[in-house]
């Protein structure tokens, strides 16, 4: 019993093919200007970039002053938390590549404002010791 081999594909017609290589050189032409552009609107914000930029500086700094992210999520509430972590977990392994020792921040707690100081009571002259305070009207 023989096996029966199909027939290769016959190549297309000629007028055909000419076509069809027209078609894609015109295609190629018409896009290849586009190839190198940014269309707007397609790419991430500038805006966006930049906060999350900004986030990663402050959660680096927080490592470098040895801060606990806990800290730093409370004193950077509008600051993206992932981005926050993602800057102190670099700094992390940075200064321990490098074996940099953290600089302890100065501002370690949010102080409150200072109560205003509370007047004295004032003495009467009955009230004086040993000529500690005289009364105007004793002058003479």
Known sequence: ???LHPLPPSPPPPRRL????????C??????PLAGCEIPGLGPD?????REAEAKAIGGACR?????????????????KAAIFA??????????????????????QLEKPAEPAKPKP???????EDGD????????
């Open 122 to 128: 004032r003495r009467n002259a009955d009230e004086a």
């Open 133 to 140: 305070s005289r009364s105007r009207s004793n002058r003479g």
């Open 46 to 50: 500038a805006r966006t970039l930049q």
């Open 18 to 25: 000419a076509r069809t290589g027209a078609r894609l050189v």
């Open 87 to 108: 800057g102190w977990k670099d700094m992390d392994l940075y200064m321990r590549e490098n074996k940099i020792e953290g600089a302890p921040s100065v501002l370690t």
């Open 27 to 32: 295609l190629a032409l018409l896009l290849a």
């Open 64 to 80: 470098h002053a040895l801060r606990g992210l806990e800290d730093c999520f409370t004193l950077n509430p509008k600051a993206g």
């Open 1 to 3: 019993m023989s096996k």
